[in-house]
């Protein structure tokens, strides 16, 4: 998966589109990534011995990969993943500035 946890990324489509965010989660089997703040939904909850009251919750659902792009922490701007492969890695470079985009 080209997009990994810590990347910050900007959603492209649905209710939060054009927002930004942290990657604070990325679920690769099922090529979904969970972004902080952003994608939540309410969900009812019964009480438990967790949650003793109750009542309505937020929770951060998870957003497919294909619906955001990762933004270049050194150009700044959006951009696809390609790869170099060296001899101690394999990085990902941004496609616009052709550096690296990890640290």
Known sequence: MKIKKGDTVIIQ????KGK????TRSL??????????????KKHA???KKNARGG?????????VSNVMIICP???KTT??????????????????HEA???
């Open 28 to 41: 690769v089997k099922s090529a979904k990534i969970i972004i902080a703040g952003l994608n939540v939904q």
């Open 13 to 16: 489509c649905g209710k939060d």
């Open 101 to 103: 985009l990890d640290q």
């Open 56 to 64: 309505i919750i937020d929770i951060h659902a998870p957003i497919d």
């Open 46 to 48: 019964k009480p438990t």
């Open 20 to 23: 930004s965010g942290k990657v």
């Open 74 to 76: 050194r150009c700044s």
């Open 80 to 97: 696809r993943v390609s790869y170099k492969i060296t001899e101690k890695a394999k990085l990902r470079i941004c496609k616009k500035c």
